[in-house]
């Protein structure tokens, strides 16, 4: 177990007493033979209650949950004090894809698509990755970092090129980033012993760090990141997922030869950052042409958040409160 300082311990038999119910993490890890850097992040009641949210069909809700896999490697790479943003848009049945983290472990995620064109695909509920081209089509992969308190965010853009969502990202790393990764995803439904069907995700990622390979090695760096690669590839989409295999069990079977050195998780939870006041400050900025289209039978202005579903709804005394509170502040701005 980590020791609290960054530094991690030696990883031998993992002690499963100490490590169950270890879902919805980040874990951070080292292959000391060979410097090598990974995560590998697992998700069960997080992910299972942003899929169930909105009842997206299997295929949308598989691609869905290897984005939330996937954004949870690639944040976990990043030191940022603010949110991670994974979006996708394509041309295809999929029009929109978002996954975000906070540096204090929030996570939600949305999918925008066309439920005649999904189902026209007649795609295999079974397939063991989502179909990227046939789900979004021709469109691009985009990643977004946004430092708390900062102007400038840092971005990464790349066209969709790939069957499965990690051949994308493979794609990306050739093309746009210096550190050599291999990546694997996986996103499904397990029936649990009280005969419910939950969906769990998971994801892989090793990262060759020239700088510590260099330094580590005793023999040669292509070879140790090959070897490393293919013991990691050996996973299967069910280890991935299952909820009774723990981290850092998963982990001492693919690396156990290389010697596997954990550090401090990062605990993950379903939360969306919408509230009534963000509704009210945008309710604020609106005519009331556009106030009159949101109005229900009731009379009232609702408000649906995308990401949970939240229902925010404002009487006409209330918007006319708010938009006097807005005249105030601008005659105050203005003076």
């Known amino acids: 177990m980590s020791d609290g300082n960054g530094s991690g311990s030696r990883h031998g038999h993992p002690d499963l007493a100490a ?149 994308c990202m493979h794609h990306y790393f050739q093309q746009s980033e210096q550190v050599v990764s291999s990546i694997q995803l996986a996103c499904g439904r397990l029936t649990e012993g009280d005969g419910t069907e939950r969906w769990r995700a998971g994801g892989l990622m090793l990262q060759r760090l020239p700088e510590e390979a260099g330094e580590r090695t005793v023999e040669d760096p292509d070879e140790d990141w090959r070897r490393s690669v293919i013991l990691m590839s050996s996973v299967t989409q069910t280890e991935m997922v299952r909820p009774d295999i723990t981290a850092h069990e998963l982990l001492f079977r693919l690396f156990h030869e290389e010697g596997v050195r954990v550090f401090d998780t990062w605990p993950l939870k379903d939360q969306c950052r919408c509230s009534r006041e963000r509704v009210e400050t945008v309710l604020m900025q609106m005519d009331q042409d556009e106030l009159q289209d949101l109005k229900t039978d009731r009379g009232l202005v609702e408000v649906t958040c995308q990401y949970c579903s939240t229902v925010y709804e404002f009487d006409d005394a209330q918007i006319e409160a708010l938009h006097a509170s807005a005249r105030r502040g601008g005659q105050r701005g203005s003076g």
């Open 19 to 167: 490590v169950r119910g270890d879902d919805d993490v980040i874990q951070p890890f080292m292959l000391e033979r060979t410097g090598v850097r990974g995560r590998l992040v697992r998700s069960g009641p997080m992910v299972d209650a942003i899929l169930t949210r909105h009842a997206y069909p299997a295929p949308v809700a598989q691609l869905l949950g290897e984005a939330l896999a996937l954004a949870g490697l690639m944040s976990g790479m990043m030191k940022y004090d603010g949110m991670f943003t994974l979006q996708m848009v394509g041309d295809g049945p999929v029009k929109m894809l978002v996954a975000d983290f906070t540096s204090d472990g929030a996570v939600r995620g949305y999918a925008d698509f066309d439920a005649g064109r999904v189902a026209a695909l007649n795609l295999d509920d079974q397939a063991p990755n989502a179909e990227v081209v046939k789900l979004l089509g021709q469109g691009r992969l985009a990643y977004t970092v946004d430092h708390q308190g900062a102007r400038d965010r840092y971005q990464g853009i790349v066209e969709l090129n790939g069957a499965t969502l990690a051949e």
